[in-house]
Every structure is written in C-alpha cells, then in structure tokens.
C-alpha cells in the first residue's frame, strides 16, 4: 500500500505492548518515506475517527468500544475477529473480519476500501 497509496499516513493510537517493536519496523520500512505515525494513549480519538478511511481493531481480547466509536464515525472498521468482535461485527454487512494472521489479505482489503 505504500507504493500504491503515496498519500496514505498510518496513524496508530494506543501504548500497547508492542509499540517499541512497531517504532522500530516502521523506521526500518519506512527509512526514506517515514508516513507511520505514533499518537499513543488518546483520551478522545474523534478526531482521528473522523479523518479516517478505515480503522483497524486489532485487540485480541476486547476492542468493541473501539469499534463502535469508529461506525459512529462512518468510518469502516476492520477488526481482529475474536469472539468479542463477533458480537457486534458482521463481516461484509458494517465491518471486515480478518483473522490478522494474512497480511495479504488484509493489504488486498485495505487497497479496495482505499
């Protein structure tokens, strides 16, 4: 998506984990085009809702605020799918299930939608 998309920014929010290893990847991906960007914990993420062609929900346990914050929004979720997504997602109808383990497929998703 990077080359097919050279006005597309990647915003993530959050502090998770694994934010470190992400800065990192995305440094060494992005050495000369750096377009990821790291907001970290957002008390209010309207704004980012808003400006947003889709958001991907990647919690593995949880995230259904997350995404019902993005459908207010209008904005088209793509979500990890766990059994709390499950709940409030149904894949094709107002959001994308993925299993998050083909990131082909979710790119193939994410250059439809974009």
Request: glycine share 8%; hydrophobic share 45%; aromatic share 8%.
């Amino acid at each position: 998506l990077k080359y097919a998309e050279p006005d597309l920014h990647l915003v993530l929010l959050g502090d998770g984990p694994q934010r470190r290893e992400l800065e990192h990847l995305a440094r060494k991906l992005g050495h000369d085009d750096y377009r990821v960007h790291f907001a970290g914990w957002q008390d209010d993420v309207w704004l980012y809702l808003r400006q947003a062609t889709a958001v991907w929900v990647t919690h593995v346990v949880g995230g259904t605020t997350f995404a019902l914050e993005a459908m207010a929004a209008v904005t088209t979720v793509v979500a990890r799918k766990t059994t709390d997504t499950a709940a409030i997602i149904r894949d094709g109808e107002n959001g994308l299930m993925e299993a998050f383990g083909d990131p082909v497929r979710m790119a193939a998703h994410d250059s439809a939608l974009l």
